[in-house]
Structure formats: structure tokens, C-alpha cells
């Protein structure tokens, strides 16, 4: 039997069976087009070998698309209705037993997913998204590659370069595990209920990282600081690390920084050069 997908209809008389208000709380929008849902299992390059994350299944539509590619997919939903009757949904809709696993938790609070997983592919809470994505990449470094949807603003945050005007905490901090690509827009019109602000899908591919975990650690804490204050030089910033700004200056001349320039400046690289040099102190 092959695995059918949810059309509109559908997912709207399981919410009402279930008597499922989306909760603004929980960034409930789920996603009512198939098309969009085979769009991104396309864009994440899911293969039959591949164990699955998802994050926010919601009702399912993103859940059955990636089980038309593979048979291994293990669904994260905080929601207990949803997480409860996503398995009897699955098997409606053809998903043999084995193939999906469904752990009724915050994702946040996930520490554990059993059988090595190979990608990530969700619809995450706006409210949430970046800690969600920067938790998933330190906690399950299997995790080669995704596609996550998030609002815009987040997206253009997680792919933006050093020196532009949306690089922040959240670029440099996903830049430390992978490449981050913003891939595709996606219409307000796929969800229900139809959100106030755009999305789109951002696809990361991992790369090695930059450290070990104490690096990553010293490097996260460089880059909070200079965020923190972008408005002033590195110097600056960092005095108090070094016991006042001529030494801040001298130490970040060590490693071919400019002292006077400031953090939305700086690659994570940079960031972790300063790092070890802190290290050799």
C-alpha cells in the first residue's frame, strides 16, 4: 500500500475530532499544502537510508511526505493530542508499523534519540526556532544535514555573513557546526491558520567542527559579549577578559584582528581564534 498524503480537509476534521485550537503559545501553523511538504522532503534529499528527525509534526503533513522517502522517522511533538494520534494517522494513510516513532516531549528536553539520526526536517515555533536548531546540532552531531522552516527574519538571521546587517548570534553560533543556505519562500497560504509573517526554508549541511566542547563553549561566550554590545569595539568588549582594553588590544593583535573593529565583523573562525588564545594564557 502506498503512503497517501493530507489535503486540507482532512487535517481540518482531525483537529476538529480532536477539538485542536492552534495554539499561538506553541507556534502552531500547520502546513495544509502536500505540495509544499514534497517541496521540502525534495530540498532535504531524503533517502531510503536515512533516519528522519522532525520536529513539530503537528497533524502529519510533513511527517507522511518524508515517509514516501524513507521508512525511519522519529517525530518530536510537545503536543499530547497530536502526539497521540500522529501514529493512527500514519497508519490511515499506509505507514507500515516500525517506520514511525513518536516522542511526546519538548524538543528542548530531548537528550536521546535512539538509532542514529542522519537529518533533521521541521516546521519549527517561531518563538523557538534558533535555541531549537542550535540545540539539535550540539546535541546529535549524527545530524548531517536539514531543511528547517522558520519566519523569514530567523532565516535571513541563521544564513546571513559576517559584515551584513542581519549577522548576529545566531549565524555565528550555526556557523560553528555547519553551512547555512537560505533556500526557498514559502506562502503564508500553506498553513492554518494563516500566519501574520512570511517563512521560508533554510538548509544546513554539517561541516567538522571548530573545537572540542571547551573551545565551543569559550567561543559561544566571545560571541555573546560582542552582540551584547554591538555598538562598541572589541577593545572594548573585551577588557574585562583581559584586564583592560590595552591588553584586549595587544592579545587581539596577536592574532591578526583589529582591535577597533567590531563583533558583527568577525566569522565564528575569528571568534574561536580568540578563543585559543585565551586558552594559551
Not at 516522542?103 to 537528550?111: C, P, R, S, W
Not at 568588549?237 to 584586564?243: C, L, T, V
Request: some cysteine.
Amino acid at each position: 500500500m502506498s503512503i497517501s498524503l493530507l489535503g486540507a480537509a482532512e487535517i481540518r476534521e482531525i483537529a476538529e475530532r480532536l477539538d485542536l485550537h492552534p495554539a499561538k503559545s506553541l507556534g502552531q501553523n500547520f502546513v495544509v499544502d502536500a505540495n509544499t511538504c514534497q517541496k521540502i522532503v525534495r530540498l532535504a534529499v531524503i533517502s531510503h537510508g536515512d533516519h528522519v528527525v522532525e520536529i513539530g509534526p503537528g497533524l502529519g503533513s510533513l511527517t507522511l511526505a518524508l515517509l514516501q522517502a524513507t521508512d525511519k522517522v522519529t517525530a518530536i511533538e510537545i503536543d499530547e493530542r497530536l502526539a497521540s494520534q500522529l501514529p493512527h494517522t500514519a497508519a490511515d494513510h499506509g505507514v507500515t508499523s516500525g517506520a514511525l516513532s513518536v516522542i511526546n516531549e519538548d524538543a528542548m528536553k530531548v537528550f536521546d534519540i535512539p538509532g542514529n539520526p542522519t537529518k533533521l526536517v521541521a516546521n519549527l515555533p517561531y518563538n523557538v526556532s534558533v535555541p531549537v536548531l542550535l540545540t539539535v546540532l550540539e546535541r546529535f552531531p549524527s545530524i548531517t544535514s536539514g531543511v528547517v522552516m522558520v519566519q523569514t527574519e530567523v532565516a535571513e538571521r541563521l544564513a546571513a555573513k559576517p559584515g551584513s546587517k542581519t549577522y548576529g548570534v545566531p549565524s555565528a553560533k550555526a556557523a560553528w557546526w555547519c553551512d547555512v543556505l537560505l533556500s526557498d519562500s514559502v506562502s503564508r497560504t500553506v498553513f492554518w491558520p494563516v500566519p501574520n509573517v512570511d517563512s521560508s526554508l533554510v538548509k544546513f549541511i554539517r561541516h567538522q567542527p571548530l573545537g572540542d566542547e571547551a573551545l565551543r563553549r569559550r567561543t559561544f561566550d566571545l560571541i555573546d559579549r560582542a552582540f551584547g554590545q554591538r555598538r562598541k569595539m572589541l577593545r572594548a568588549i573585551y577588557s574585562d577578559i583581559y584586564g583592560g582594553s590595552g591588553e584586549a588590544e595587544r592579545a587581539l593583535l596577536s592574532v591578526g584582528i583589529d582591535p577597533t573593529i567590531r563583533g558583527e565583523s568577525l566569522s565564528v573562525q575569528r571568534f574561536a581564534a580568540i578563543a585559543k588564545e585565551l586558552d594559551r594564557r
